[in-house]
């Protein structure tokens, strides 16, 4: 089969063929219909330090937003059949150490992530356990079924356990506009948040705009409005700041007005990535306000699955995540898709098995 | 001053004067600008059972749905000045019983509700503490202000507390779509519910279309369907039922209908006052599908009255607000309000300050 | 092997010989080690009316509180291996429906009880699937290790959620007596309960006796107090009622005095089974005062196995359940065991694999 | 009356008379029985940067844990009396603000604290708002009820919220061994913590006997040990690290252990307060685990205080609250009192009403 391969440890990767896979014991196969690029795969093309110090055989097939069909099943598999048309979630547990069993499974003890740490989706075939596949409706556009992954993280961004305080008439603030933050923006929208206030790193036109179509009160320019953005956001909120704020960023300026602006006894989540420490007073930033901080990786299984899908059966909603897939490319232009993200001219970059 | 006043106990009222109330200490007066009729309004003006038992001292105004203007404030009062437009909290409490000290003084140990236990809002002026004022936007309609008290009873029945499991892309049963049950499906469809399905009564053609308007994707009659709703909802929930069931008739069919439609490890709100008790088989209801019920009685305070100003900042849930208040009529036609919701004619009955 | 197994549907059943299980696929074979009576092989023993429906397929194997040593595995199986000591998790789950995928498989679609619904432990082995086997520090006594799953249940009836209201400082009440009430009070002891008030349905001093032992402040023989127990909890608590209360008993009354005891906004946790609907005041019981009430059934699959664990590394609790079992008796004198049970003169009764 | 007053701003405190308090608007006037000291104290005396920030007013009388007897009361006040031995929540708060109305008034927005930010309790007399004052169990030793405000602190570093998750059978570890630390050891113990185990800062042999007395299993000298404390935690909770983690030290090193040991899911309270901004790795720290933080600040009013109530209804409890004060002084003695704890050679000081 045809498959984007990375050959060694180096920048980007090549179109060559390999062996399809087979199923091997509680495996389906999977015929891919539709995949999209995350910021990881750019991370695992560009070789950068985490990609270095994570990715250790070749070759390796990357990529694990994805949609597909599937076409061979192991004969242990029990909840799935061949054509069934299937999304996949994107961690694979060993479903027995102690978060798998306390209802944590997404930060399982021994994580494996699919085309980061066994081979992905960028490519004709790849072979999936029966757990991590999540049946979709037939009917639904496989560039959107393929983004129901991020879609997840979004709504572990805005909801992290059932006990999460609730959103509804709830003033919320969006660090960061890359796919993930215009979702959260979505999300809130349904969910009845009363003031929805985004920033976005600037140079990023698209993004902005999207902020708002998305259903953001206002969208403002971290770079152009640097300090002042605190202020505004006080303003925006009586003076009392938001109720919920979600770093989406992994800039350091953002988080520390994350903290800035979130009401005492507020929550803040934390989803975007740094590159390196980040310097906080701690006092003021989480103690004196007695503020209840989340750490938002992967997405709930499958809680969250649930809960995107129920989100999806509202046509408006499903629109506007289609408008945050900006281009629909062929796998074979892969190298465009990863420019275009780079270059920050792209919402999201879908992929379709052409090659 | 003009006041809507029960002379004696029997049924009806008559419309008198009475001294107008000045403020004791920490209490403001208000001028009515709009007041609203409630099912217990219905209740006292019948002198049904339930009235008998609980009102005891004549002459007594009653009436507690109400927007006003402030006019006279006691020396005590530091939050509030004159001239500012509130609401009231109708539950008048003591601040200092167990309840009222952990954070849930809407079911204070010394209760007492205004209109009911104290003189109400169907006049002229009246009398409120200080704490029982809530301050409105002045641009906000007197009368959508005034429904903020039930509104706030539905944003209760949805979201008991702040670890209440979440709505959004879950699937939801109403039972009983009396005022306090269309708003519940307004605010349902503004926290992202994926399917509102609700049952109504029947022979009410005026609320079934509203809880249409206000977002149900179906609306069972529930007289006509009898026993076919628990299989009607199974089937529109992929069999697994609803993951939360609202109960907001007060019927004992209902009540019953809520538990076999609710999902296992599904909750259910009961909100509807029964006339008598109910036979229930607590094993298969509740027990054998770890059901969680909540009991649901007023609003907590201030939680839900600050969800409920979040949620009327969007103006497509505020227009639907409004639909429901299907007649204004001058105070003095009071007896006209009372008829048109005896005979199932009007969704919610606004009362304009003209005697 | 040696079996006790019901042979047809009738009361009673024989010891006789069955073939010895072998694994199927995901499975283990266990050697018994200890096993324990339960409330539910006392309906078998009597085919009660509960037991006749349920139960179709002759010869079953009933028993299913046990612990034993793994002697046979599946190739599938990883997690676990010969000579390992375990316990039994005894609902058997799909592991894929909408419940077990939503973090609450103990109430699974498609739930089998082991020693129900297929053959148990009442037997020198039994089988098991894997995510069943609960592996057991080697060094605790089995007859202790057999009662984990019910005092699972314990803990489950004390803390049904995760974002259950706490237990400590707080003033408690148990409804009924019976090996779970009893475990509960251990578990409330140890969790920082203020007052832990129990009832016992009378005509039986063991359990009056080993509540107090286990920690109560005080136990009320409820035949014998009638009505005067709610007035007695009132006045113990201040006239404000417990802040939880754990309906053990099953007996209509008691779940009566169940919502009256409780605070308003306090907690009910149902465990005990009815044998016929229950009449209830819904107004009184649950709305007026803002109750929430948990229906309980087994226990969250793992995290009450781990919090089973961590309350019996203590030993002070571990020497207080080791008091409950008041009878150790050999396999075959389980008749003697059901009429100790019966005549209400045990507590909790092992069986030990003496043939 | 004789009171500890700041005259000026620099280091230390003199003795003298100021005239006696009498009661404004919603007052009551308290006689001394006992107070404490906090560590607060020390930095008033010691006059650091933070009390050169924070004081500004002088003469000024500090101390705020407390322990008195009512003796005057202004007329507004209806919940308490003459007579009433009371302890006092030493957070001032308007009452009116977003927070104050949504059940988080420890963290009000315009919140005031009772000697520092208005006159204190080390004197013969104090004045204090009627929602400060908690009523105490006249019986109760005041020493011990003078130290249920930090032991309040306690309890919310223990159970931030209501939707905590549980502590019974759970592994927690503390970071700092000072009073509020010492009394969380004892809080753990009486919630069924399974392993409790502590850090101190070394050379202060006083707390780490009495961590171990509180119920700590392991109390490990954090100087001493220095890195090997994250291995050491590791191995004693088979690897998976801590459920709960409390940091109680302020230390920087100790905040970065804090998050290597608590297992992925699990959560922090950060209650020690840091001299400087921290640099902390988000994304291993928090990230990558999905780890929950909550900053402590106060105590719930009045959650706590209950809480706290129940626990001390406990004699065992009570006991070590009391071995913890390992101090009673005459209030003249106060500079042997402040001594003590910067000599490190003292675990609680009481000060007596003796000049």
Known sequence: MYAIVKKSPKPGAEI???????????????K???????????????????????IKKFPMVFGHEVTGEIVEIDQNVTSLQE??????????????CYQCRTDRMHICQNLKILGVDTN????????????????NDP??????ASVQEPLGNAVQAVLPKDNTE???????????????????IAVLKELGAAKILATAGGFNEIRMELAEKMGADMVLNAREEGKNVVKIIRDLTDGKGV??????????????????????????????????????????????????????????MFQTWYQVKG????????????????????????????????SKKAGKVSLEPKW
């Open 311 to 342: 989100l999806l059966a509202n046509s408006r909603f499903k629109e506007k995540i289609g408008w945050i897939i900006t281009h629909r490319l062929p796998m074979r232009d892969i190298a465009k898709g990863i420019d275009l993200i780079k």
């Open 83 to 96: 054509g069934d048309i299937i999304s996949a979630e994107t961690h694979i547990v060993d479903g027995t």
């Open 32 to 54: 891919v219909k539709a995949a999209s690029l995350c910021g990881t795969d750019v991370h695992i093309w560009n070789w950068n330090q985490w990609a270095q110090n994570r």
């Open 243 to 300: 109720d919920v704020a979600l770093e989406m960023s992994g800039a350091p300026a953002a988080v520390k007005q994350t903290f800035e602006i979130v009401t005492p006894g507020g929550r803040v989540s934390l989803l975007g990535l740094f590159e390196r420490p980040v310097e906080l007073d701690l006092n003021d930033a989480l103690i004196f306000k007695g503020v209840t901080v989340y750490g938002i990786t992967g997405r709930r």
């Open 166 to 184: 609730d959103i509804a008439g709830k003033d919320v603030a969006i660090l960061g506009c890359g796919p993930i933050g215009l979702m959260a």
């Open 139 to 144: 009917k639904l556009d496989p560039a959107i």
């Open 120 to 135: 992905g989706v960028f490519a004709e075939y790849f072979a999936l356990p029966e757990r991590n596949a999540w049946r």
């Open 16 to 30: 060559t063929t390999l062996d399809t896979p087979r199923t091997r014991e509680g495996e389906v196969v999977v």
